[in-house]
């Protein structure tokens, strides 16, 4: 049985969430205590900060910003903008680029930016995303790495020491206190936090004719290499009130494109639009904790008053893990024909990644799935 959050509708199977004595979890209790931060003292820390890193004569860049093209990346570069810095913006290229995604990228460069874009080695991307999937049930395991070490990698490359990131996922989605309250990225944040579920990048030289030279993408760069160029990384959500609603409505005024529908296994139009391959990830979650993208978003209105939990646990209910037959309207088949995988071995790597404690099963012990193949979890809330 599952145990959910008395406020929002998390349960307490999500990593690093924690329940207190009043049912109430650490995500949302870190989002109450903003409500005693002095935004705008924050906000002059970050124009200080912000200020020791400008260049003034324009002789460099001011500062690296990770870009996806998506609603917060294109937020974070409005907001450089507005400060007067001259960013230069690093994309990590994703692993099944949308249209729409590669839309949202030109229209950030239209923002008025110099951009670089790496996009890593597909054949080798391909080979990684199976490995992720098969290994740690996590199609998106290369990704998530890259976006964190390509621009850091780039940091050192073209000696820009500030690089300015987004949230502090450990502070919106709740974490240890240590990491809530960080609001500088360095390599242990990587390392535990970054996405690389135990796996570690130099664990993969000699899988499927990988080597070490296919990996400098996906390799944080050493110690005396970050020390020489003083790299160092600050949340922007750390400093500004951080919304992905608002950052879309002010992405979206600056040329951002949404979709007309919902995003499969999601509730929302202005997200996780770039990659067909990120409903299969987020219904790995579903799969392994019990919860998707749909609980994600209800769990960020809950708290901030845009929605009743009733009727966050109903959206949850009828959105969440639903299994993934398509992604932004690519078939499932076509997405994983790149990592060599049929559907039939997808959905055998599905039941092996499924925690069946909290699914229903029948008599056998067998996952019970309905017609389209979807799960039912064994309760959807807390017992009455």
Request: proline share 4%; glycine share 8%.
């Amino acid at each position: 049985m599952l145990t959910y959050c008395r406020h929002c509708v998390m349960p307490d199977t999500k990593p690093d969430l924690l329940l207190d004595d009043e049912g109430v979890c650490n995500a949302c209790r870190s989002y109450e205590r903003r409500k005693h931060v002095d935004w705008d003292a924050r906000y002059r820390e970050l124009v200080e900060i912000l200020e020791r890193y400008r260049h003034r004569d324009g002789s460099h860049w001011d500062c690296i910003v990770p870009v996806s093209g998506g609603k917060d990346s294109t937020y974070q570069v409005v907001r450089m903008l507005q400060l007067g810095l001259n960013p230069l913006c690093v994309t990590a290229t994703t692993c099944d680029l949308s249209a729409i995604g590669r839309r949202n990228i030109e229209n950030l460069k239209r923002l008025g930016v110099d951009h670089i874009e790496v996009s890593p080695n597909p054949v080798i991307r391909a080979k990684l995303n199976r490995i992720g999937l098969e290994q740690v049930g996590d199609i998106s395991w290369p990704e998530h790495v890259g976006i964190f070490t390509i621009p850091v990698r780039a940091a050192v490359q073209f000696g820009v020491p500030l690089v300015v990131w987004g949230e502090n996922s450990q502070n919106e989605y709740g974490g240890p206190a240590a990491a809530a309250d960080n609001n500088v990225l360095n390599r242990r944040w990587l390392e535990e936090f970054g996405g690389l579920l135990g796996m570690r990048v130099s664990d993969l030289v000699g899988m499927a004719g990988i080597e070490a030279r296919h990996l400098l993408c996906y390799t944080y760069p050493s110690d005396d290499e970050l020390a020489r160029v003083g790299v160092t990384g600050l949340f922007l959500g750390h400093y500004l009130p951080w919304d992905g609603l608002s950052n879309a409505l002010i992405a979206q005024a600056n040329g951002f494109e949404s979709l007309p529908t919902i995003v499969e296994g999601s509730m929302v139009n202005y997200e996780n639009l770039d990659n067909h391959q990120t409903g299969i990830h987020d219904y790995f979650k579903f799969l392994k904790f019990g919860f998707g993208r749909a609980t994600d978003l209800a769990c960020l209105h809950i708290r901030r008053g845009r929605l009743t939990r009733q009727d966050g646990l109903e959206a949850v209910r009828r959105l969440d893990g639903r299994f993934p037959w398509t992604c932004l309207g690519k078939p499932l088949a076509e997405i994983l024909r790149p990592l060599e995988l049929t559907v039939d071995e997808f959905i055998r790597l599905c039941d092996r990644f499924t925690n069946k404690k909290i699914f229903k099963r029948d008599v056998s012990g067998a996952l019970q799935k309905d017609r389209e193949g979807n799960l039912t979890k064994l309760n959807y809330d807390n017992p009455a």
